[in-house]
Nanobody
Framework: QVQLVESGGGLVQPGGSLRLSCAASGSAISFYSLGWYRQAPGKQRELVATITTGLRTNYADSVKGRFTISRENAKNTVYLQMNSLKPEDTAVYYC?????????WGQGTQVTVSS
């Protein structure tokens, strides 16, 4: 079992930055691909960014060039650096740890981009 706890969300003005963290416990994350997903009100959960155990990254087109995913296996933590935030980035952001047939989710952290 892997427990995931997100932090770092909050209210930020358009153009601002936030850094989300996801701390894992219960198992080493070095064996898992990790990702960030988000869900806005009335919309389906969507992929934001993923990073494999080999550090290959993948981003949604809507966040390319603005968001950066990284992982620190020694701290059992995955990060999402979000720059140039837009109102449409407002959502609950969820951390995910994935291996074939195994999928873990955090409880989510709210990000609100508004002036």
């Amino acid at each position: 079992q892997v427990q995931l706890v997100e932090s770092g969300g909050g209210l930020v003005q358009p153009g601002g930055s936030l850094r989300l963290s996801c701390a894992a416990s219960g198992s080493a994350i070095s064996f898992y691909s990790l990702g960030w997903y988000r869900q806005a009100p009335g919309k389906q959960r969507e992929l934001v960014a993923t990073i494999t155990t080999g550090l290959r990254t993948n981003y949604a087109d809507s966040v390319k060039g603005r968001f950066t995913i990284s992982r620190e296996n020694a701290k059992n933590t995955v990060y999402l650096q979000m720059n140039s935030l837009k109102p449409e980035d407002t959502a609950v952001y969820y951390c995910n740890a994935y291996r074939p047939a195994i999928n873990y989710w955090g409880q989510g952290t709210q990000v609100t981009v508004s002036s």
